[in-house]
């Protein structure tokens, strides 16, 4: 699957450095090219003449060399490789990419390239879950790069246990082989829509549910990894939107329209987001406040438009059309006659009643309605439902 692909591989610092060793081979067995930069940290750990051996190429590790340099080097390196891979990820490595400092070779490559990044964070457990490192790695997935690890386990250096120590070589090679497959939606654009939506009541409540947003995230990642461009519309949820795509967020329906009509035309629609059907047509301009009367006051609703009915029977169409139905009752029922009156393709309906934990929840339990009739699923985590969906939209639009 790597046969020709171009991997930059920058070894940070830290006793992980050593595993750097094992993923080139594993890299270039799979025939990979394999360039190295490596932090003076590194060097503590693992020699470049170790590494060099191994990619059978020139290690770089100075910002200032002249003979690298002369031709802008870092920025060579930064462009040519297909994808950038960290090994080991450092807390420093991280605050400096996070917050655009390049004082080195490995930060001046990682701030001047425009090539997919993935980080394999390899540090103690106590510095993983420190403020600073959890804002910094919120920051880095919300600007597009992608993770594998940290697992939990045992650290080398303090004998200490917990989330920190680095993703095995293997499973590495597996998130390279993710980014760099050319999937089966390579060059299909697809438009997502999740999470709930908020109308306000006056500038400081609003009407909204239970929605996380945690199942259209998990579609709008699953479609990426299948090679899709992806445009995630997204309401106020409760989960990080999904390095790799293109987000937008929204607050409101009317806001949820507006930029799924802007994000057309797309081979396929999926509509997840969990629209509120009405909003408050008399809105306060100001905070609302009790009056002593002990008469609250009157809220007038008006209907809010219908996105999956403007996507489904709106020019121009998707190829494909998917809607959602949140059920409490008769769920197959319910979600067959929305398909019909919505004129959508697909219909995933699913019992969100209370007692089933599905909104709000790592797990669903949907039914697949098509113009076949009704598929259930077993009750699965949700990534797992975004897999299989996912891989029947690239069925679809083969």
């Given at each position: 699957m790597l046969a020709g692909k171009r991997v930059l591989l920058i070894i940070g610092g830290g006793i992980a450095a050593y595993k750097a060793l094992d993923l080139i081979r594993r890299l270039r067995e799979r025939g990979a090219s394999v360039r190295a930069v490596m932090t003076a940290a590194a060097q503590q750990f693992v020699t470049?003449?170790?590494?060099g051996a191994l990619t059978a190429d020139h290690v770089f590790t100075d910002l200032?060399?002249?003979q690298d340099e002369q031709d802008v080097g870092h920025i060579r390196l930064a462009r040519e490789a297909e994808?950038?891979?960290?090994?080991?990820?450092?807390?420093d490595l991280m605050a400096k990419l996070a917050q655009g400092l390049a004082n080195d070779l490995a930060s001046a490559v990682l701030l001047a390239?425009?090539?997919p990044v993935l980080m394999a964070p390899a540090m103690n457990p106590r510095m993983w879950a420190h403020p600073a490192t959890r804002r910094n790695h919120a920051l880095l997935a919300q600007d597009g790069v992608r993770f594998v690890g940290p697992n939990r386990g045992e650290m080398a250096e303090s004998g200490e246990a917990g989330i920190g120590r680095m993703a095995e070589p293997l499973e590495i090679v597996a998130a390279v082989e993710g980014l760099l497959a050319s999937g089966p939606l390579e060059g299909k654009h697809v438009l997502v829509t999740s999470g709930p939506t908020h109308e306000p009541i006056d500038p400081v409540r609003y009407i909204a549910n239970r929605s996380s947003g945690a199942q259209g995230t998990a579609l709008a990642a699953a479609l990426r990894d299948l090679g899709a461009r992806v445009t995630f519309v997204t309401g106020p949820a409760a989960v990080p939107p999904p390095a790799g795509v293109e987000v937008v967020r929204v607050e409101t329906a009317a806001q949820m329209l507006a930029a799924v009509q802007a994000a057309l035309p797309a081979d396929a629609a999926v509509m997840a987001a969990a629209v509120a059907d009405w909003h408050v047509a008399n809105a306060g301009a100001q905070k609302m406040k009790k009056d002593g009367s002990g008469k609250a006051p009157a809220?007038?609703?008006?209907?809010n438009p219908d996105i999956l009915a403007a996507v489904s029977q709106g020019v121009p169409r998707p190829r494909l059309v998917v809607g959602f139905?949140?059920?409490?009752?008769?769920v197959v029922e319910h979600a067959m006659a929305k398909r019909a009156r919505k004129g959508c393709d697909w219909i995933v309906a699913n019992d969100v009643s209370p007692a089933t934990g599905i909104m709000g929840g790592a797990e669903n339990a949907v039914?697949?309605?098509?113009?076949?009739?009704?598929?259930?699923w077993p009750r699965m985590g949700k990534d797992?439902?975004?897999r299989r969906l996912a891989a029947r939209i690239a069925e679809a639009l083969a």
């Open positions: 470049p003449l170790s590494v200032f060399d002249r994808l950038i891979v960290v090994v080991s990820a450092t807390a390239t425009d090539r809220l007038v609703f008006a209907e139905a949140a059920e409490t009752e008769k039914v697949l309605i098509g113009a076949e009739g009704a598929e259930e797992e439902v975004a």
